[in-house]
């Protein structure tokens, strides 16, 4: 068996009764009958996974940081079947938040929960990228010169490099409460993924449900659609590359007016609130509106 700390052997005896059948009594402290690999290592492996490029570089983690050795391929079933496994228990429901709306109150004793949703890209292998992968094993086959097993039927790559899948999340405000939901669907299936996950931390006992966007109109529909905010608006990074993007067009690269006054306006929104910095946006823009109108 394969553990955290090493390979074990274990020598498991198997007790016999015509009338009540087999037993073997150490498969209660495995983690399952005849497991090769832990439960712990397969965690291991899928964090290590995250940060790496291919299933080599991760089998070479696992040997660097842990002394645990693995092929690249093995390794390559083990993630795989760990994410179906979660995928399909996200899709059964079974994968349910340890905390609701009820445990999201503040100082104030007001229960607020926030919800952000947004598209990313995230790269796959494609159909000509497969083929190459098959045929550069096919070459090392020839390469040792002895007969090898059949490989498995390759499995069909995608039609593009990439694809945007979309990430939803409900999360308290000092984020000591987050929960994380992704689908590959369209945007109306993200809005059923919102709505599946607020059904599931029972947003309706929320006092208020904030949603913080970058400004996407999909977004905003699909949360309005399902009424699940009370109020939405723009998050406070995309807030900041729209005053960039605003200080690049009127003040230019390297205007030093212009760093200061994105500087103040930005110092405004975060500790003075939205209201002082709003009054600091009208003041600025109408001397330069009523240049524009003559």
């Not at 498969?27 to 299933?55: K, P």
């Not at 669907?185 to 059923?192: E, F, L, N, S, V």
């Not at 406070?236 to 103040?264: C, M, N, P």
Request: charged share 30%; hydrophobic share 35%.
């Amino acid at each position: 068996m394969l553990t955290l700390n090493g390979r074990v052997v274990l020598r498991r005896t198997r007790w016999h009764c015509p009338l009540d059948g087999a037993e073997t009594p150490i498969d209660r402290w495995l983690d399952a009958a005849e497991a090769t690999i832990t439960r712990g290592f397969c965690e291991l492996s899928c964090r290590l996974n995250q940060g790496s490029v291919s299933f080599e570089q991760t089998a070479d983690n696992l040997w660097r940081a842990a002394r645990l050795k693995i092929s690249k391929e093995t390794l390559r079933q083990i993630i795989e079947a760990e994410g179906k496994q979660v995928q399909q228990a996200m899709q059964q429901g079974a994968i349910v938040p340890d905390w609701s709306a009820e445990d999201c109150r503040e100082e104030s004793g007001a229960a607020i929960v926030y919800c952000g949703c947004d598209g990313v890209k995230v790269p796959l292998v494609t159909e000509e990228e497969k083929k190459k992968r098959r045929n550069k094993v096919r070459q090392k086959r020839q390469k040792r010169g002895r007969r090898c097993r059949p490989l498995p039927r390759r499995k069909p790559g995608a039609d593009n490099a990439y694809k945007e899948f979309r990430v939803g999340v409900y999360y308290q405000q000092g984020m000591q409460r987050k929960y994380v939901g992704v689908t590959s669907g369209d945007c109306q299936a993200a809005g059923r993924m919102l709505r599946r996950m607020g059904d599931q931390l029972v947003i309706a006992q929320a006092d208020e449900c904030i949603g913080l966007i970058d400004g996407a109109p999909w977004i905003r529909n699909q949360m309005e659609l399902h009424g699940l905010t009370t109020r939405i608006g723009l998050d406070f990074y995309h807030l900041q590359d729209y005053a960039q993007r605003t200080r690049l067009a009127v003040f230019g690269e390297d205007s030093a007016t212009g760093k200061q006054w994105v500087g103040e306006l930005m110092s405004d929104y975060k500790h003075r609130g939205y209201q002082a910095a709003s009054d600091q946006l009208w003041d600025w823009r109408a001397p330069q509106f009523l240049v524009h109108v003559l």
